[in-house]
């Protein structure tokens, strides 16, 4: 498999998150080419602000491996992470990261903060970016605007 074909299945966990109405982003952590963990947001559904696709991945893959450094793991997220999942990434021991679209208001990869390669920690993540860039960023868009629809036609509803 490739990076597009591991993208593709944290594509399916980020329609996983999407059918529970919570913003889809899904996430895998390959480990000798074998999917090791899963993960999509359930923010909403658990109301837990820790329950992002990254981290629920990260910690099935360590309860697989028994351990909590994941050296040899690669992990795919359709979004780049937000400060706290890149600190997981860098906690993990994580070397690459490859993820599919950026996130100008809460990246820490590449937008806002770049955390993965900053040389102060005592490890640094190799990041690959784009990979499935327009399916990715096109679930996050139809996603945005079907809940926008959707609160509007809730406010015509009250106001009648």
Same mark, same amino acid.
């Given at each position: 498999?490739?990076?597009?074909?591991?993208?593709? $299945? %944290? *594509?399916? +966990? /980020?329609? #996983?998150?999407?059918?529970?109405?919570?913003?889809?982003?899904?996430?895998?952590? !390959?480990?000798?080419?074998?999917?090791?963990?899963?993960?999509?947001?359930?923010?909403?559904?658990?109301?837990?602000?820790l329950?992002?696709?990254?981290? $629920? %991945? *990260?910690? +099935? /893959?360590? #309860?697989?491996?028994?351990s909590?450094?994941?050296?040899?793991?690669?992990?795919? !997220?359709?979004?780049?992470?937000?400060?706290?999942?890149a600190?997981?990434?860098?906690?993990?021991?994580?070397?690459?990261?490859?993820?599919?679209?950026?996130?100008?208001?809460?990246?820490?990869?590449?937008?806002?903060?770049?955390l993965?390669?900053?040389?102060?920690?005592?490890?640094?993540?190799?990041?690959?970016?784009?990979?499935?860039?327009?399916?990715?960023?096109?679930?996050?868009?139809?996603?945005?605007?079907?809940?926008?629809?959707?609160?509007?036609?809730?406010?015509?509803?009250?106001?009648?």
């Amino acid at each position: 498999m490739n990076h597009e074909d591991y993208m593709l $299945l %944290a *594509i399916e +966990e /980020a329609k #996983k998150a999407a059918a529970l109405k919570e913003v889809p982003i899904g996430a895998v952590v !390959v480990y000798q080419e074998r999917v090791i963990g899963r993960g999509f947001n359930l923010r909403e559904q658990k109301q837990d602000p820790l329950l992002h696709a990254e981290i $629920l %991945a *990260i910690r +099935e /893959a360590a #309860k697989y491996l028994g351990s909590w450094r994941l050296e040899e793991c690669t992990l795919y !997220v359709t979004l780049e992470p937000c400060p706290m999942c890149a600190g997981a990434i860098l906690q993990a021991r994580i070397p690459q990261l490859i993820y599919g679209t950026k996130d100008p208001k809460a990246g820490c990869v590449d937008s806002l903060y770049h955390l993965l390669n900053d040389e102060r920690f005592n490890h640094q993540t190799t990041v690959i970016d784009g990979v499935l860039q327009e399916t990715c960023s096109q679930m996050l868009r139809n996603f945005f605007r079907t809940l926008r629809e959707e609160k509007k036609q809730k406010n015509k509803q009250t106001q009648l």
